[in-house]
């Protein structure tokens, strides 16, 4: 394609408004229930505009999912890692993030990836590969905060339990959004933080485990090590 | 309304291929996705048939959310009975259970409940009761089996951990559905498993749990109590 035959740029900005706008429709209504004309109404974009930057309906969907993943630190986890440096008391200052989001909505719209996943997934393996990008980019936060968490075990998967962490938020909310109250949300938290204090308070936890697997030392030794 | 003025009635059975035909296509594709005349065509009933039992899609909803309350039992619950009287041990074949259908659907689909929580709940109210419902139904099963599971603290809350399998259920097949294999859904059920592992048997849990909650006794003590 050369300058000629390629329409004119639209202002600076547009494709964001855009993508910010069709992220706020999918999560309101779904994707399948939003039109592209209440899209381009919303976001004040012409539909030359529109197809200048996306070639469909499910290009948009594409960019969006993509828009997310770069979304996810200064909406959901710059402000939890503000709030705490306490590598669990991050886990349930996330959770009470989403809390907080349900609470404003009146128990309305959830998690805005989720509701893809189960709404898109099957009928589009682009979009359903960035959603799976989306889950993996959260539970790796997760993470990273409690590979430092010396309270745990210290042979117990952390990538595994902040997939867990990321079970229990969405199936909390989806049960939460069925009862119309965060009854549900607050008592699959509440069974999660019971199980964390299992896991750091189990006598002995860290010590059977270690004693099962003596083939690797990950640091010298202190004197009370068994 | 008299007897003049009502339709005939279609031919039996039409109501039931109606709700399964539905519930299978809105379980596939999606309640919006799914348009009416493909529920007729699959179900081979015309129009009038449709409008005699249910005035809308709507409608058609409401019923096939009815329908399921009653298909839990023979098509989930009654099997996992069958397989084992283990109360623990239930929990995971029920989970199991929905393993082996995702398997079949290669990580499609899902759970159809689920997905209609996700889908409708906000913008329909008497169907989004009737999804709380499916789940309370499915979570009192599962409770019913764990009030019998003394190797669980005597005063754990059997329906709020019953809930909790059915959030690490619904949040594992999301994760699962996502990344298109069973992975997220296999850790999922395997933290669950070590949730009730450390239930079962942290040293003095149920020992301590009775101490701070003298003023009951549900049966005659015996020697071995504390």
Same mark, same amino acid.
């Given at each position: 394609?050369?300058?000629? @035959?390629?329409?004119? !740029? +639209?202002?600076?900005?547009?494709?964001?408004?855009?993508? #910010?706008?069709?992220?706020? &429709?999918?999560?309101?209504?779904?994707?399948?229930?939003?039109?592209?004309?209440?899209?381009?109404?919303?976001? *004040?974009?012409?539909?030359?505009?529109?197809?200048?930057?996306?070639?469909?309906?499910?290009?948009?969907?594409?960019?969006?999912?993509?828009? $997310?993943?770069?979304?996810?630190?200064? $909406?959901?986890? $710059? +402000?939890?890692?503000?709030?705490?440096?306490?590598? %669990?008391?991050?886990?349930?200052?996330?959770?009470? *993030?989403?809390?907080?989001? =349900?609470?404003?909505?009146?128990?309305? =719209?959830?998690?805005? %990836?989720?509701?893809?996943? &189960?709404?898109?997934?099957?009928?589009?393996?682009?979009?359903?590969?960035? %959603?799976?990008?989306?889950?993996?980019? /959260?539970?790796?936060?997760?993470?990273? /905060?409690?590979?430092?968490?010396?309270?745990? +075990?210290?042979? &117990?998967?952390? =990538?595994?339990?902040?997939?867990?962490? &990321?079970?229990v =938020?969405?199936?909390?909310?989806?049960?939460?959004?069925?009862?119309?109250?965060?009854?549900?949300?607050?008592? @699959?938290v509440?069974?999660l933080r019971?199980h964390?204090?299992?896991?750091? @308070?189990? +006598?002995?936890?860290?010590? #059977?485990?270690?004693?099962?697997?003596?083939?690797? $030392?990950?640091?010298? #030794? !202190? !004197?009370?090590?068994?």
């Amino acid at each position: 394609m050369n300058a000629q @035959s390629r329409p004119a !740029s +639209p202002p600076a900005g547009t494709r964001e408004r855009l993508l #910010r706008t069709a992220f706020q &429709l999918f999560h309101e209504q779904g994707f399948h229930a939003t039109g592209v004309a209440t899209i381009l109404r919303e976001a *004040g974009v012409n539909p030359g505009s529109l197809y200048y930057f996306f070639e469909s309906k499910d290009a948009l969907l594409l960019g969006v999912l993509d828009f $997310a993943l770069d979304y996810l630190d200064p $909406a959901v986890m $710059a +402000p939890v890692e503000a709030a705490t440096a306490d590598p %669990i008391g991050r886990v349930f200052e996330l959770l009470a *993030g989403y809390r907080r989001r =349900m609470e404003a909505e009146r128990c309305r =719209m959830g998690c805005p %990836i989720g509701n893809m996943a &189960l709404e898109v997934s099957d009928g589009n393996a682009k979009a359903r590969k960035l %959603i799976h990008a989306n889950f993996e980019n /959260w539970a790796r936060r997760v993470a990273g /905060w409690l590979a430092t968490e010396k309270r745990l +075990p210290a042979d &117990l998967d952390r =990538m595994r339990l902040a997939r867990f962490v &990321l079970t229990v =938020m969405e199936g909390g909310l989806m049960q939460s959004r069925a009862a119309g109250n965060l009854g549900p949300f607050d008592e @699959s938290v509440a069974v999660l933080r019971h199980h964390f204090d299992l896991l750091t @308070s189990t +006598p002995g936890a860290a010590r #059977r485990k270690q004693a099962a697997r003596p083939r690797k $030392a990950r640091r010298p #030794r !202190s !004197s009370t090590s068994a």
